[in-house]
């Protein structure tokens, strides 16, 4: 048995995977804001903005951001289960939540917070994900098991909610 937590995926998964991405959530890559936000945010979803997160305590507040998320992620998936970890025009991965160590060490290859690219953690058939958007500097959080797990592991960083779609 395999016990990485992060396994590169073939140029013809992450074709499939990206080409779901794009049909069902409506990804439309953007740096200008009437382009914003850069994707049809599921239902059911939470967005939140991360500009606050630049300051004098972006070391502690992305540290926060980078555990919680993976917490978030590991409670939504079965042992032995992955999501796919994308990081636009960059390589993707399958990653297993529940084979990695903190989300501050070396294994968390793609981290939470966008860093010029969109970051992205979606389960493999789109149920739920982490979405993230450099330019626009919001993550949408979206599926029933991610909602539920961020109500107890919610970043510092997530103050208030700029969107939601509740599913009535």
Wanted: hydrophobic share 40%; net charge negative.
């Amino acid at each position: 048995m395999n016990e990485r937590a992060w396994i590169e995926l073939s140029s013809s998964e992450e074709d499939k995977i990206w080409a779901s991405v794009y049909e069902r959530l409506g990804f439309k890559p953007s740096v200008h804001e009437k382009d914003f936000p850069g994707f049809k945010e599921p239902t059911p979803s939470v967005t939140y903005s991360f500009r606050d997160i630049w300051g004098d305590d972006f070391l502690e507040l992305n540290a926060d951001l980078n555990e919680k998320a993976h917490a978030i992620i590991r409670s939504a998936t079965t042992a032995d289960a992955f999501v796919y970890a994308l990081d636009w025009q960059h390589q993707g991965y399958k990653f297993y939540p529940d084979r990695a160590g903190s989300a501050g060490n070396d294994e968390w290859i793609i981290p939470a917070l966008p860093d010029g690219d969109y970051h992205l953690f979606v389960e493999k058939s789109l149920a739920f994900g982490w979405l993230g958007h450099p330019w626009e500097q919001t993550i949408c959080v979206f599926g029933q098991p991610l909602l539920v797990a961020l109500k107890n592991n919610r970043p510092k960083v997530f103050r208030n909610p700029i969107r939601r779609r509740d599913p009535f």
